[in-house]
């Protein structure tokens, strides 16, 4: 082969999106990132499920969220007219949160070290499940003890286009298209900002069927 046809291979090479996409100082979505846990991840999802099923909340304003929660681990995020907290407990069984899977932990742990973020051990695992139309609210994560540690949230099923804002809730927000697998983290100086999830467009997603699955990794305490 000449060196000529080599040039030509060359230029017509499909351009491979890029596997890290940095979107704050100490923000980035990993792509794919979650692929290769995926097994593993939705049957340890299904065992959580089976023992604390998803629910939908009320805010303390008074509304029903369209996003049905369940968490994992030692603490679970809730909200309820009272306001929001952390608790040990399943409110709605009063059993304790099913543990985090060594799975779920793994996944989470390198996904922050390759954000940047050595040494995450995270707590607690909101489950957030999104069918079309439901989506969240530009919000802080600012109910934890301590924001030295990173948010890792993990994108499965139906698209979303994630909102990735400033440190008021005013600022302008970046539209960032989430996919199956991709994971986000922000933490350091990035730690507080505003993000949100725009409605999810009707779909059908090969292995997750019509819903956008989200795992939220928080150290809370
Ligand atoms: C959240 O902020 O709790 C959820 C974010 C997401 O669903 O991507
Ligand atoms: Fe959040």
Not at 14 to 39: H, M, N, T, Y
Not at 45 to 50: D, G
Not at 135 to 152: C, F, G, R, T
Request: charged share 20%.
């Amino acid at each position: 082969m000449s060196p000529i046809t080599l040039d030509l291979f060359a230029d017509t090479e499909p351009e491979q999106p890029p596997k890290r996409l940095q979107i704050g100082e100490q923000s980035c979505v990993l792509r794919g990132f979650a692929l290769p846990w995926l097994d593993p991840l939705l049957i340890a999802l299904e065992a959580i499920l089976a023992a604390a099923p998803f629910r939908q909340m009320v805010t303390p304003g008074g509304f029903t969220m369209s996003v049905a929660l369940s968490s994992c681990g030692t603490w679970g995020w809730t909200t309820d007219r009272s306001g929001y907290q952390y608790t040990r407990d399943d409110p709605q069984t009063g059993n304790p949160w099913p543990e985090m899977p060594e799975v779920f932990f793994e996944l989470a742990q390198a996904a922050a070290r390759e954000a940047g973020f050595a040494a995450f051990v995270p707590d607690s695992c909101l489950i957030n499940r999104y069918v079309p139309g439901a989506k969240m609210s530009l919000h802080q994560d600012k109910d934890e003890n301590s924001y030295a540690a990173p948010i890792v949230s993990v994108s499965l099923g139906l698209p979303a286009t994630f909102l990735f804002g400033g440190f008021e809730r005013g600022d302008k927000s970046q539209r960032v298209p989430l996919f199956h697998g991709d994971i986000v983290v922000w933490g350091g100086v990035d730690r507080l900002r505003y993000h949100g999830v725009l409605p999810i467009k009707d779909g059908h997603h090969p292995r997750l069927g019509e819903q956008r699955i989200n795992f939220t990794f928080r150290t809370a305490r």
